[in-house]
């Protein structure tokens, strides 16, 4: 008698420690699976070769609702939505180099009291290390997912421009693009040496049904700047950046430098689907979202249009510290370092 009640003590104390195993493991697991890869996609993005999609959860961006009901209708009625009703996943790449640009772009973002959406994709493990560290301090304010992509050919961090590493990263954009737009989500594509002013959605939404596509424009006027580009997930678009995708993979243009780079191969690739009537896109006004030359190099500019400024792009400034240099300067540098 004394056995059995020995073996089923036994038991049900082999039960008690089963059953403690199994949530130990279910509480780990859940950690594993919704804690972690929301901060850490170890090689879950490669360089353009190896053609490896991004997944990506679904992403909203969530605003307060507009009091003024009269000009909700008049944008409604333009063609327009209200700035709440967006949907978008901001996506920007970064290096080593550049994680202070990360920053300050952030800091931008943080003083437009709105809750934007942010997938950063790192493209080196050290920009990764440096920025997982300080993105608590943006959480509060924006959702972020970061990514790490192993990059091959990623090893100065300040790159100049059309050389082999420069190249290695911009060529990747519109694989980055096409993974997002795939999986239905509307997507602006950003550079980070810029700071935003007032929020382009506000450009944006006020027609949204009237365009596929809304890109800001290089220094020559005519040629489409992938520094700001914001396509809906639409067959237009996604025929559009396949197409731009195949073109910058045919001429090599991550490792050839005599080959076209990913701007001009936009550029021709954009204007085809226009003159086919296939895209339609909004090409954004200077004043708006001006060159980095415009803004920083002329004064007088600078004084005329400042208010009417959504987005300041710190390009044909220079490389790194000349950039940083000339936001100092404007004021438009928010960090101590």
């Not at 803004?295 to 940083?324: A, C, I, M, T």
């Amino acid at each position: 008698m004394q056995n059995k009640e020995r073996h089923s003590l036994q038991k049900q104390l082999y039960i008690l420690v089963f059953l403690q195993t199994i949530a130990i493991l279910t509480a780990v697991t859940w950690s594993v699976t919704h804690i972690v890869p929301h901060f850490y996609h170890h090689g879950s993005l490669r360089s353009v070769e190896e053609d490896n999609s991004v997944t990506q959860r679904k992403s909203v961006v969530n605003a307060s609702e507009c009091d003024n009901h009269s000009t909700v209708h008049q944008v409604i009625h333009n063609g327009g939505i209200r700035l709440a009703d967006i949907s978008v996943t901001i996506l920007a790449t970064f290096n080593d180099g550049f994680v202070d640009f990360l920053r300050n772009w952030l800091e931008s973002l943080q003083r437009l009291h709105f809750r934007f959406n942010v997938t950063l994709i790192a493209e080196d493990g050290s920009a990764f290390r440096k920025f997982f560290k300080a993105q608590s301090r943006y959480k509060r304010f924006m959702a972020i997912d970061l990514y790490y992509t192993n990059s091959k050919f990623v090893k100065n961090s300040f790159p100049g421009v059309n050389t082999q590493q420069y190249r290695s990263i911009v060529c990747k954009r519109p694989r980055y693009i096409l993974d997002l737009l795939s999986t239905g989500h509307d997507v602006l594509f950003v550079d980070i040496d810029a700071v935003w002013v007032q929020n382009p959605l506000e450009v944006i939404s006020s027609e949204f049904h009237n365009f596929d596509m809304w890109v800001a424009m290089g220094y020559d006027g005519t040629t489409p700047c992938p520094c700001f580009m914001y396509m809906k997930a639409n067959n237009a678009t996604i025929t559009m950046v396949t197409e731009w995708l195949n073109r910058v993979q045919r001429n090599k243009c991550y490792t050839n430098l005599h080959a076209e780079n990913e701007m001009i191969a936009l550029g021709k690739v954009m204007q085809v689907r226009e003159d086919l009537r296939l895209l339609k896109v909004k090409k954004l006004p200077k004043t708006q979202f001006p060159t980095g030359e415009s803004f920083f190099l002329k004064p007088e500019w600078r004084r005329d249009h400042r208010q009417d400024v959504y987005v300041v792009h710190g390009n044909r400034l220079g490389r790194h510290d000349s950039k940083k240099s000339w936001f100092r300067k404007v004021g438009l540098w928010f960090l101590r370092f």
